[in-house]
């Protein structure tokens, strides 16, 4: 993929830096069989001179149109949710109105929304968690946004949802332009992303995974949101690591709107970084050995993946404890560390436990200290450095 996938432009010859042996997904999480002929794989990561997008040049994961979450249920992000739901509801005048989450895996957020005074529909591409959705109550159907002009079912929509779903997309245009389509006149929508600046100004490499294909900005998002037929009202960033807004439906899209060159983004912070990241490591394991001390990770998320692939950690951790139940008895890509549950711990303790979660550290180690005790040595992967809580 030499060519923007915003605007079409030409990305050039010359990336921005090399990623080498990264996982080659977040999801494909490999059994005991798959992980014999797991390998990490070369991510170029490129910026389009003319809209600026930053994106990797390679084609998407194979499951691009899936919603998988594996902190869907937790407090964080159900605290988040409910805050904008009310703030998007009540700002707006949107009681009794139709919504629609575009990519709503098992429906987590959409029953969240359910406590709302509004109609509540959602769509998945995968069938088995449209299904999961449908059992637990919620209107669901199964689709995805083919094309620009694909009628979604129970269309038109007054309101479309989409979290961290845009940045997984091939063909983000393809995809804005057909929930566009299914608005009504003036219809709303509320999109969150990864953002880009917060990698960059935490120098935070290990957020690069291929599952993301782009990486945002707030102009880069508005430039495409415009692009497709969108007015942005309102632009936060939540939850540290996150762009939000809010966009309205407008009556053309601005096509042919000049843009001043993108000036070319800075990297150097993240391949420093990456050194940087990987003394602490050596230095925090070569610690812990002399101690005669076992480590633990905790979060199998591409944060995790891609830290534990691309340092010592794979050689010298034990094992990676994550909650979710369908990671468990698997194996992390590159680094190939076993995933358990939390209560692996006890058959087999760790002395220090490093959090890998970004967004849900806090709720992580207390977790840790109200099950396993005091004497467990807690650190976590803060920006761009290791950090003793």
Avoid at 164 to 187: D, S, W
Avoid at 338 to 359: E, K, Q, R, T
Wanted: with cysteine.
């Amino acid at each position: 993929m030499k060519h923007c996938i915003a605007c079409g432009h030409s990305l050039g010859d010359r990336p921005l830096m090399t990623l080498d042996n990264m996982p080659a997904s977040a999801q494909n999480i490999p059994d005991r069989e798959q992980v014999k002929s797991d390998r990490g794989i070369g991510l170029n990561l490129c910026q389009c001179p003319s809209c600026g997008l930053v994106q990797f040049d390679c084609e998407p994961v194979d499951y691009y149109r899936d919603v998988i979450r594996a902190g869907g249920f937790s407090t964080t992000m159900v605290e988040l949710r409910r805050k904008q739901y009310g703030h998007l509801i009540r700002a707006y005048g949107l009681e009794g109105k139709k919504f629609l989450e575009a990519g709503c895996g098992r429906g987590e957020f959409l029953s969240v929304l359910k406590e709302f005074p509004v109609e509540v529909w959602g769509m998945e591409h995968r069938a088995d968690l449209a299904e999961l959705a449908a059992e637990n109550g919620l209107k669901v159907f199964r689709g995805f946004t083919e094309t620009e002009d694909t009628v979604l079912p129970g269309a038109p929509y007054d309101v479309f949802l989409s979290f961290n779903f845009l940045e997984h997309q091939p063909q983000p245009g393809v995809m804005l332009r057909c929930i566009r389509n299914n608005l009504t006149e003036k219809g709303m929508g509320l999109i969150t992303v990864p953002s880009l600046e917060y990698i960059l100004q935490y120098d935070g490499y290990y957020e690069l995974i291929h599952d993301h294909i782009a990486y945002y900005t707030f102009e880069t998002l508005r430039n495409l949101l415009e692009s497709c037929g969108f007015e942005v009202l309102e632009e936060e960033m939540v939850n540290r690591d996150t762009l939000s807004v809010i966009v309205r439906k407008t009556e053309e899209a601005a096509c042919g709107k000049e843009r001043t060159p993108a000036a070319p983004v800075d990297v150097s912070g993240l391949i420093a970084s990456r050194r940087y990241i990987d003394e602490e490591v050596n230095g925090l394991v070569d610690r812990l050995r002399a101690q005669g001390k076992k480590l633990a990770v905790w979060g199998a998320s591409h944060q995790g993946f891609t830290l534990t692939a691309t340092t010592r950690l794979g050689d010298k951790v034990s094992y990676i404890i994550d909650s979710a139940p369908f990671k468990q008895g698997r194996f992390a890509p590159t680094s190939h560390l076993p995933i358990v549950a939390p209560d692996h711990f006890f058959s087999d303790p760790a002395d220090a436990i490093l959090i890998v979660a970004p967004g849900y550290t806090e709720e992580i180690a207390s977790v840790i200290r109200e099950k396993f005790g005091e004497q467990v040595e807690i650190l976590a992967l803060k920006s761009n450095h290791l950090e003793t809580l």
